[in-house]
């Protein structure tokens, strides 16, 4: 199961891990962003990597496709990089989900860790051994779920993002607490941003770490998870092309859609329901859907990876920190969720 570290970079076992793992090649995947705020920091604390060659990517989820992953796949191999090699994974959800998928399929698997620089990343896309890439405008559609050989989480690393970034990751926080545990909702819903602990972090990762061991593979438990993906993974889609949001901001919308969906169909109470709402308004806007979005937006639904008999499965609350799954819905009872509260802001 997958192994992870929070606490200072510099007082961690990651030097002794490299030297342990014996690599003939070390490869540091960063975004422009990591390559400038992260990797001199890095490379200071940690020992072992004066050779590692330094593999920087253009920032964003458009980065995060098969043309990109082949690209890579041809850098190692220009860098003569065998099965017994080091990638090392240092940005955000977008660097560990192509890294790892990278990592876990170029020559049948080579080694990889993470250290994730992003909320996002610290407490959800670096953790569950889920890595993949977009095809076209269909997220994640092609992954693997294999584990990195560990991951290093040092909360220093917030400090370089805006807030725009805290927010992306922060949905998932929320999240965690409303299928998990209400005490970690109740303490997200009265956070300050800027105080994000190491201790909070490793409770919010606790979540999804013990979910995993529970079910690695995703066969029953592990789809609460995806609470708020259903929709919105399909909202994150449609708007790509023109209106462009944050992955945690289309989870934030999917979780509001979601809770109201609980709610209506008496699964949980009026106070629950008020108070997800309360949190989830609080932070994020419902963005609008033109018409060609909608359409791309049910056609999106209908390909959801998570759907079963050409029905759309979703997850739903059944209290805040209790949540099910395989709940069957549709497009149409979705967007008139979305257009009531729309509505009604």
């Known amino acids: 199961m997958q192994r992870i570290y929070v606490g200072a970079l510099i007082e961690s076992d990651l030097t002794q891990l490299i030297s342990d793992l014996r690599p003939s090649k070390i490869a540091v995947l960063t975004d422009e962003n990591t390559y400038e705020l992260c990797l001199p920091f890095v490379m200071n604390c940690v020992g072992g990597l004066e050779a590692a060659e330094i593999i920087q990517l253009e920032a964003g989820e458009a980065t995060k496709d ?3 992953a082949a690209n890579l796949y041809s850098l190692l191999s220009d860098y003569e990089f065998g099965r017994r090699d080091l990638l090392i994974n240092l940005g955000g959800g977008m660097i ?10 170029y020559k049948r698997g080579i080694a990889f860790i993470n250290i994730p620089t992003s909320l996002l990343g610290m407490i959800d896309a670096s953790i569950g051994g889920k890595n993949g890439v977009n095809l076209g405008e269909l997220k994640n559609q092609v992954g693997t779920i294999t ?5 290093f989480v040092d909360p220093v690393f917030l400090t370089t993002l805006p807030e725009y970034e805290m927010l992306n990751g922060f949905a998932e926080a929320i999240k965690h607490g409303l299928i998990a545990s209400e005490s970690l909702f109740t303490s997200l819903s009265a956070l300050n941003l800027n105080d994000v602990s190491s201790d909070l972090l490793m409770e919010i990762a606790s979540v999804k770490l013990q979910i995993v061991e529970k079910d690695p593979n995703e066969t029953g438990l592990r789809k609460v998870l995806n609470f708020g993906h259903t929709f919105g993974h399909a909202l994150e889609g449609a708007l790509m092309k023109d209106h462009a949001i944050s992955h945690g901001h289309a989870v934030a919308i999917g979780m509001l859609i979601e809770s109201k969906l609980s709610f209506d169909r008496g699964l949980i109470t009026q106070d629950d329901w008020n108070r997800i709402a309360a949190l989830l308004l609080k932070h994020y806007t419902i963005p609008v859907m033109t018409e060609e979005e909608r359409e791309n937006f049910s056609q999106l639904l209908r390909n959801d990876k998570k759907n079963r008999d050409a029905k759309v499965l979703t997850c739903l609350l059944t209290s805040i920190g209790s949540c099910i799954y395989d709940q069957e819905v549709d497009a149409k009872e979705f967007l008139k969720i979305y257009d009531e509260l729309r509505a009604s802001i």
Do not use: I, Q, W
């Open 66 to 68: 098969l043309e990109m």
């Open 96 to 105: 560990s989900d192509l890294g790892g998928f990278v990592a876990a399929t």
């Open 147 to 151: 584990f990195p050989g560990k991951t």
